[in-house]
């Protein structure tokens, strides 16, 4: 059974930071792009950055550029994502996915339940 397994989300101050981290299991990932999505209430899913296969390539949202970073680990299955200087606007459900490597969520075919991450003003 495949399973994408997200953690570390949770409750931090503006200009704070989180670290989530993402497991999968069932199958070997190594050749799927990894990313992250997010959803906030009354909001569709956006895509927040995604790393190729290799890690070498990585692809950032405009809004979290330069305050996000994703790395992952293919001997470990994992995919983490580094969210440093967060705002209020940062606050959504985050959620690990596997597939194709691109910006649309669609694409994606796997898919973790998400993790909560809110940023208090």
């Known amino acids: 059974q495949v399973q994408l397994v997200e953690s570390g989300g949770g409750l931090v101050q503006a200009g704070g930071s989180l670290r989530l981290s993402c497991a999968a299991s069932g199958r070997t990932f190594s050749r799927d792009a990894m990313g992250w999505f997010r959803q906030a209430p009354g909001r569709e899913r956006e895509f927040v950055g995604t790393a190729s296969w290799t890690g070498v390539s990585t692809l950032y949202a405009d809004s979290v550029k330069g305050r996000f970073t994703i790395s992952r680990d293919n001997a470990k299955n994992t995919v983490d994502l580094q969210m440093n200087n967060l705002t209020p606007e940062d606050t959504a459900v985050y959620y690990c996915?596997?597939?194709?490597?691109?910006?649309?969520?669609?694409?994606?075919?796997?898919w973790g339940r998400g993790t909560q991450v809110t940023v208090s003003s």
């Open positions: 996915a596997a597939g194709p490597w691109g910006t649309n969520w669609r694409q994606y075919n796997y």
